[in-house]
T-cell receptor, first 115, second 108 residues
Framework: EPEVTQTPSHQVTQMGQEVILRCVPI?????FYWYRQILGQKVEFLVSFYNNEISEKSEIFDDQFSVERPDGSNFTLKIRSTKLEDSAMYFCASSETLIAKNIQYFGAGTRLSVL | GIQVEQSPPDLILQEGANSTLRCNFSDSVNNLQWFHQNPWGQLINLFYIPSGTKQNGRLSATTVATERYSLLYISSSQTTDSGVYFC??????????FGGGTRLMVKP
């Protein structure tokens, strides 16, 4: 079964550093998403992306965050200057269609630890 | 925004027991998914079920959209069922809103 792939599985960084989290969505999918989960809390939406543009974003997704699809397969989340509170599990997801009635498939996540 | 409440927050079962997990949501939805988060943190799709009933092995789910709730049934539970079960919904657009989860522990 096709799957969403995320790398790295664990990233450790110093506060103030830039990090890039990488995702390879399922190949025929058109919508891409990032979510995050702070340890012990619920999963929260960050951003959705379609046709090389952000289609929705939450208030968590401030100027420190950016997303990009640099080529035909990768989808990245960049955090410009990491803070301690950015420590969380970050999930990438993708879905096939444009409408709301569609299944989002999640990757295994990248655990980000900011020291 | 839409509110998603899950109950119970914690559940401990003996292996072989059955259980029902509940998800209530505050408004009509276009999409509802159930996930299992395993001990390694992975989110595994269980069901896409905006309405009706589906079954997959020992798991089944029912969503009553008009009454704004969904139920996940686990029968003959196994230790590998342990983890956190999340319900998530889409009200509009494509943003999934997650509930707080039910943490399940199945003891041998």
């Amino acid at each position: 079964e096709p799957e969403v792939t995320q790398t790295p599985s664990h990233q450790v960084t110093q506060m103030g550093q830039e990090v890039i989290l990488r995702c390879v969505p399922i190949s025929n999918h058109l919508y891409f998403y990032w979510y995050r989960q702070i340890l012990g809390q619920k999963v929260e939406f960050l951003v959705s992306f379609y046709n090389n543009e952000i289609s929705e974003k939450s208030e968590i997704f401030d100027d420190q965050f950016s997303v990009e699809r640099p080529d035909g397969s990768n989808f990245t989340l960049k955090i410009r200057s990491t803070k301690l509170e950015d420590s969380a599990m970050y999930f990438c997801a993708s879905s096939e269609t444009l409408i709301a009635k569609n299944i989002q498939y999640f990757g295994a996540g990248t655990r980000l630890s900011v020291l | 925004g839409i509110q998603v409440e899950q109950s119970p927050p914690d559940l401990i079962l003996q292996e072989g027991a059955n259980s029902t997990l509940r998800c209530n949501f505050s408004d009509s939805v276009n999409n509802l998914q159930w996930f299992h988060q395993n001990p390694w943190g992975q989110l595994i799709n269980l069901f896409y079920i905006p309405s009706g009933t589906k079954q997959n092995g020992r798991l089944s789910a029912t969503t009553v959209a008009t009454e704004r709730y969904s139920l996940l049934y686990i029968s003959s539970s196994q230790t590998t069922d342990s983890g956190v079960y999340f319900c998530a919904v889409v009200r509009a657009g494509n943003m999934l809103t997650f509930g707080g989860g039910t943490r399940l522990m199945v003891k041998p």
